[in-house]
């Protein structure tokens, strides 16, 4: 069963359909046609997220708030066009030596950029958004790591070169060159031009460690 959006109000046989209009193939057969007959465009969606337009298209029209047909358009992009989001992982390892203990710094490594929408990966172990307007973002980052022995480690989310503290894991290391997991992550706004990094630190000594492996992601949620 496919249902559609009407994004533009349209007059067909002696009707008038307004923007916003839900229509489903099963209950309105030929309806969709002679709307496009009339002028009319439309969007065809799943139905959660034609359910989610209509319903908040309504409540703006209860509301006199905007334009019927500018929500329509709106709301239709919004729930078709896919999210900011940004992918990056580790290509090839490099040890990260910190030059004191309990100090973060940015992990080493060659990373390769993954699936990008509004985002790039400028250089090694970043992501910078390109969107046009301040969002918030899921930042999350799965590690694999070697270290010395009982070695405690620490990860963070950076943001423009600071770290969130928020968004810290740590990882003790059990013996020389055990290989652990662990993974970090928060929500953090970025503005055009911002971006996030891995940070790690060793909280022991300052023994040289490995992150193996990295899969990192920021999506956009609000």
């Known amino acids: 069963m496919a249902r559609?959006?009407?994004l533009n109000t349209t007059v067909a046989k002696g009707r008038k359909y307004r923007a916003g209009t839900v229509i489903d193939d099963a209950q309105d057969q030929g309806a969709k046609a002679a709307l496009e007959g009339g002028g009319g465009r439309f969007v065809t969606l799943p139905d959660p997220a034609i359910e989610e337009a209509a319903t908040i298209a309504q409540q703006r029209r209860l509301s006199g708030a905007g334009s019927v047909e500018l929500d329509a358009i709106m709301l239709a992009a919004a729930v078709t066009r896919p999210r900011a989001h940004g992918e990056m992982y580790m290509g090839t390892p490099a040890a990260t030596t910190p030059a004191l203990k309990e100090t973060y710094l940015k992990a080493l490594g060659t990373t390769l950029?993954?699936?990008l929408y509004l985002f790039d990966m400028p250089?090694?172990?970043r992501l910078r958004y390109l969107g046009g307007?301040?969002?918030r973002f899921g930042i999350d980052a799965i590690i694999s790591m070697s270290g010395a022995a009982n070695d405690?480690?620490?990860f963070v989310i950076a943001k423009n070169g600071s770290d969130l503290i928020k968004t810290v894991q740590r990882r003790k290391v059990g013996a020389g060159g055990d290989e652990g997991n662990a993974s970090c992550g928060g929500v953090v706004e970025l503005a055009t031009g911002e971006y996030v990094e891995l940070w790690v630190a060793n909280w022991t000594d300052v023994d040289p460690f490995t992150v193996d492996e990295l899969n990192m992601t920021?999506?956009?949620v609000r």
């Open 4 to 6: 559609h959006v009407l």
């Open 113 to 115: 950029a993954g699936d």
């Open 123 to 125: 250089t090694d172990n």
């Open 133 to 135: 307007e301040t969002a």
């Open 152 to 154: 405690n480690l620490r």
């Open 218 to 220: 920021a999506v956009r």
